[in-house]
């Protein structure tokens, strides 16, 4: 039988406005990767967009590396995927216009003109969708929105501000959320324990 291919984005993504400033977010990238390695292991194919990161690429996973909102986006439709998890913290914004050249500090102005950057998530046609909702306010009720806005199977809410769960940090506390209302609250788990509960509520 042939493998439903499974892309997943991680890591954040950096939006230049000259060779050497970007605009970014401080994601590491391990939530993403440990979703790929739990694909994997249920016998998926796995492509996995990275954002820059400083992370091991799991076994048998197709990596490709992007650094901005729109390389990501491509590589995303690209991929041709039957599921897509999205647990890239995308940047929202890009600056108006990216110098080519290093800027000098008098040709700046206090002002930093910005543009939308797509939503990656809601855009695309991958049949299956799968968002996070990494919150600082009410986790479900955003991610309620967030999984009726884009379309999605279900969405992973989770609280940022506890010190446990979010960036940087191997472990989280999540809530499944369903575009029915439903919630399902899981314990604190390590990210790879979450991935693999995340891979098998996508098999139900
Ligand atoms: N996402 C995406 N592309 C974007 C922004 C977000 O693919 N440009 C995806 C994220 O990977 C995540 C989900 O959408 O799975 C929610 O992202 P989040 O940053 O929490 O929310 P936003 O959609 O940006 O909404 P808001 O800023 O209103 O919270």
């Keep these: 039988m042939k493998k439903q291919r499974l892309v ?3 890591g954040p993504t950096r939006e230049h406005l000259d060779p050497v400033r970007f605009l970014s977010n401080p994601s590491t990238g391990k939530m993403g990767f440990a979703i790929a390695k739990a694909a994997v292991e249920a016998g998926y194919e796995v492509v996995l967009v990275a954002g820059p990161v400083a992370l091991k ?6 990596r490709v590396d992007v650094v901005s909102a729109r390389e990501m986006e491509k590589a995303v439709t690209d991929a041709a995927g039957d599921i897509l998890i999205a647990t890239a913290a995308v940047a929202d914004w890009r600056p108006a216009h990216c110098s080519m050249r290093k800027l000098k500090k008098g040709e700046m102005g206090g002002t930093l003109a910005l543009v ?3 939503d990656i998530l809601k855009g695309s046609t991958i049949p299956l969708k799968i968002g996070f909702a990494a919150e600082t306010g009410d986790p479900v009720a955003e991610a309620l929105r967030k999984c009726r806005e884009k379309k999605l199977a279900f969405c992973v809410a989770n609280d940022v501000t506890q010190k446990d769960a979010g ?14 209302g439903s919630c ?16 098998a509520e996508i098999g139900k």
């Design 8 to 10: 997943v984005t991680a």
């Design 57 to 62: 690429t799991p076994k048998d996973v197709k």
């Design 116 to 118: 939308r950057n797509p």
């Design 167 to 180: 960036f940087g940090v191997s472990t989280n506390r999540v809530i499944f959320v369903k575009p029915d």
């Design 184 to 199: 399902t609250k899981l314990p604190k788990l390590s990210k790879l324990s979450v991935a693999r509960r995340i891979i």
